[in-house]
């Protein structure tokens, strides 16, 4: 009987540990500066957020000039760390000037690449 409550609390003690890692998501993808424009700072932010926050939604620490790429993941935005469950995310980039475009609703779980062109138009895979 106790092996029996042992090999069931361990089965309990899996399946919550094999549903905690199927909940996080992989949130990594590049970013690709076809604008024209150099981007000052890229920010990430959960879809809905009642507000932009620099000190954790901020993913770049040196501008991006237009014909480059960088690699964002999740270890580059305290924001991204803590909520790996959640799919949809919205994407801000800042010029020099302060100006800035936003694309919503983004499901990072299932792009890898996204593109800004010279109309700030965006597409993503």
Request: hydrophobic letters at 40%.
């Amino acid at each position: 009987m106790m092996k029996m409550m042992k090999s069931f609390i361990l089965a309990m003690l899996l399946a919550a540990v094999m549903a905690g890692a199927a909940s996080a998501y992989n949130l990594n993808f590049t970013i690709y500066n076809e604008s024209g424009w150099t981007f000052k700072q890229i920010w990430v932010s959960p879809h809905g957020a009642s507000k932009w926050n620099g000190n954790t939604d901020r993913v770049n620490v040196r501008p991006l000039r237009s014909g480059y790429n960088i690699r964002i993941d999740t270890s580059n935005s305290r924001r991204m760390r803590n909520n790996t469950g959640t799919r949809k995310w919205d994407i801000r980039v800042y010029y020099g000037d302060d100006s800035w475009h936003q694309w919503r609703d983004i499901d990072l779980s299932r792009i890898t690449q996204f593109w800004v062109d010279s109309d700030f138009y965006a597409t993503w895979d």
